[in-house]
């Protein structure tokens, strides 16, 4: 090799480690960079993390939430408005879809697939966005005058595991909270956003919103289902209620939500 093209060569290699140097140091610098919302440790003495505090609501670490910290307001706006909420959604969907598929069903129409429907099927973040992305007491009052309109958009994610899991065979039962006399707007809102069709829709006669009466509406409903011969292969949900308690199914699928928790 000539003393030119050894020189070229060292100039390529020193260029191109430069290079990789300044990538790498750029996207440590990313990395340190605290999300939009969050109290990084270097500015809070008690180093609260945002990113830290959903990972401990999801999992059910921590419980009896009042309230979102009012710190988190921004990141929980930017976490439900952006990509890593639908990409989150994504992975737990992907994951029921991936179990669906394993399951050889009886043919004989019992085979159930149970999915809730308020932040489960449909999403109610433009509520949310009004009153301080769940860092405000939860009005129960105001919601259920929300979901009056019948507005609430699909979760893309959901919709297509719920069209999945038709084309599959599952019969797909509706398990919610909601009361009886919401019955008509709920099915409007559900077949205008592409749910059009279901096995049952289970509603609550009456009663108190909480948490109790939910879990306890939720395993009844389920307990009522199997005495019927039904089989729950499947259930998801947003909330920890929709998934505890009595005959929760073969695998349960938890989807995300920071704004509230219901245990």
């Known amino acids: 090799m000539g003393a030119f093209s050894s020189i070229i060569l060292l100039v390529y290699v020193a260029a ?6 300044e990538g790498s140091e750029r996207i440590h610098s990313l990395i340190r960079q605290p999300v ?5 440790a270097e500015s ?11 990972f401990g609501v999801e999992t059910k670490n921590i419980r009896d939430l009042p309230t979102v910290p009012k710190v988190c307001q921004h990141y929980v706006a930017d976490y439900m408005l952006g990509d890593q909420f ?3 959604s994504k992975v737990v969907t992907e994951e029921a879809f991936k179990y669906a598929k394993t ?5 004989d129409g019992k085979d159930i697939w149970i999915l809730d429907v308020d932040d489960s099927l449909i999403t109610h973040v433009d ?13 129960v009052t105001a919601l259920i005058n929300y979901l009056a309109q019948g507005i609430s958009p ?8 719920y069209r999945r899991l038709l084309r599959l065979g599952f019969k797909i039962v509706l398990l919610t909270g909601r009361m009886e006399p919401s019955r008509n707007l709920t099915e409007s809102n559900l077949k205008n956003v592409g749910y059009h069709s279901w096995e049952k829709l289970i509603l609550r006669e009456t009663g ?10 939720k395993s009844a409903e389920r307990r009522k289902l199997v005495e019927c011969g039904y089989r729950i292969i499947g259930n998801m949900g947003d909330q920890w209620c929709d998934l505890l308690g009595d005959y929760p199914g073969h695998r349960t699928f938890k989807l995300p939500n920071p704004v509230f928790y219901t245990e």
């Open 16 to 21: 191109t480690l430069l290079s990789i140097s």
């Open 36 to 40: 939009a919302g969050t109290v990084s």
């Open 44 to 54: 809070d003495p008690a180093g609260f993390s945002c990113l830290s505090w959903r």
């Open 86 to 88: 639908l990409q989150d």
């Open 103 to 107: 399951v050889k069903l009886a043919g």
């Open 127 to 139: 509520f949310y966005a009004q009153n301080g992305f769940g860092t405000e007491i939860f009005d």
């Open 154 to 161: 699909a979760l893309p994610e959901s919709l297509k595991l």
């Open 208 to 217: 108190e919103w909480n948490d109790t009466t939910q879990r306890a509406h």
